[in-house]
């Protein structure tokens, strides 16, 4: 039976993942090393009931993706010099554990996806799905391997994923408008409405991770499709 990925297992593998600096420290001594990076994979494969390593590798890569846009914004809403009750928040349920091991490691810069672009040592690659380098050090390192055209293409490069990025962030406002519509309010107690979200939550978790995420897409539909009615005081009449 295939191992499922439920949010439980999720920060299972997370913390899993963050015990084997290895893999994602681009500073740790052991990191171009192969054999160990293979086998630190090895070693979460083991400990998920044998799941391939090349599926850890891409749920790694599907998680960072979904990573990348909040931390961005979460870093970008500190920096705005913004008081503490407007920085922005993540409600992700697997955000909390990633930013306390690559939190620190990355910058609001530090967006950039190269885990298709493995670094080479020599004529071997390296397995291990390195965390993303600072722009400059990409640079400089491909530029003393191909020649002085390579940071002019790296540039053009960054453009284009600073658009991506800039439209992952619109998409994730898009998302949380529900939400964040409804934590701005102060609530006093709880309601029927309360209890409704409550266990409406319950069941959702029972769901598979994707169809989860597809019945949540749903509701928010139904309520923009439904907006909320014009509360205004009706003229008294004459």
């Not at 749920?59 to 990348?68: D, E, G, I, P, Q």
């Not at 920085?87 to 992700?92: E, M």
């Not at 909390?96 to 091991?101: A, L, N, Y």
């Not at 409704?196 to 989860?212: F, N, S, V």
Request: glycine share 2%; aromatic share 8%; net charge neutral.
């Amino acid at each position: 039976m295939p191992f499922e990925w439920s949010n439980e297992n999720t920060i299972k593998f997370l913390e899993l993942l963050e015990g084997e600096k290895v893999i994602w420290d681009v500073s740790d001594k052991n990191h171009k090393a192969n054999h160990k990076v293979h086998a630190a994979w090895k070693r979460i494969s083991e400990a998920l009931e044998n799941t391939p390593i090349v599926k850890l590798k891409s749920k790694k890569k599907s998680l960072m993706a979904t990573f990348r846009p909040l931390l961005k914004k979460h870093k970008r809403s500190i920096q705005s010099g913004t008081c503490a009750d407007d920085i922005f928040q993540p409600i992700w349920f697997a955000y909390d554990v990633m930013e306390r091991f690559l939190g620190p490691t990355l910058t609001v810069e530090e967006t950039m996806d190269t885990e298709e672009q493995p670094l080479q040592n020599d004529s071997t690659s390296n397995d291990g799905d390195t965390m993303p380098r600072r722009p400059s050090q990409q640079a400089e390192m491909e530029s003393s391997r191909k020649g002085p055209n390579t940071v002019i293409k790296i540039n053009a490069r960054k453009r284009n994923i600073d658009h991506v990025i800039n439209e992952a962030d619109k998409n994730i406002n898009n998302s949380f408008a529900t939400q964040s519509r409804v934590l701005e309010r102060t609530i006093i107690e709880e309601d029927d409405c309360d209890i409704y979200a409550k266990l409406l939550a319950k069941k959702l978790r029972r769901y598979p991770e994707r169809m989860r995420y597809m019945l949540m897409y749903k509701i928010d539909g139904l309520l923009l499709d439904n907006p909320y009615p014009d509360e205004r005081p009706s003229s008294a009449s004459t």
